[in-house]
Nanobody, 123 residues
Framework: EVQLVESGGGLVQAGGSLRLSCAAS????????IGWFRQAPGKEREGVAC????????YYPDSVKGRFTISRDNAKNTFYLQMNSLKPEDTAVYYCAAPGPVGVGCLGPFDYWGQGTQVTVSS
């Protein structure tokens, strides 16, 4: 059974940094991806980063490009989201997620989700 467990959220001032972690386990297939998403109250869920495990390619929307970095620790099978130059509008619950066996890497669909971790950026 695939399990994704996030950690690392918290309260930070604008301009600060946080690193989120996503411990992944239970994958029985090699070609998968890990995406980070966020959802703020009253807003739609938004993808903020994705990494393809097979080729290491990463993807970011313009809203976070240059500020957020997704990476992987192969030994720990843990994925990270380094968030720098944080803004109040980055405040949200952040989730890591993975496609199922029939998913197409970062195109999804994302079938497995972690429980989420709150990130709050104060102005």
């Amino acid at each position: 059974e695939v399990q994704l467990v996030e950690s690392g959220g918290g309260l930070v001032q604008a301009g600060g940094s946080l690193r989120l972690s996503c411990a992944a386990s239970g994958f029985t297939f090699d070609d998968y991806a890990i995406g980070w998403f966020r959802q703020a109250p009253g807003k739609e869920r938004e993808g903020v980063a994705c990494i393809s495990v097979s080729d290491g390619n990463t993807y970011y929307p313009d809203s976070v490009k240059g500020r957020f970095t997704i990476s992987r620790d192969n030994a720990k099978n843990t994925f990270y989201l380094q968030m720098n130059s944080l803004k109040p509008e980055d405040t949200a619950v952040y989730y890591c997620a993975a496609p199922g066996p029939v998913g197409v890497g970062c195109l999804g669909p994302f079938d497995y989700w972690g429980q989420g971790t709150q990130v709050t950026v104060s102005s």
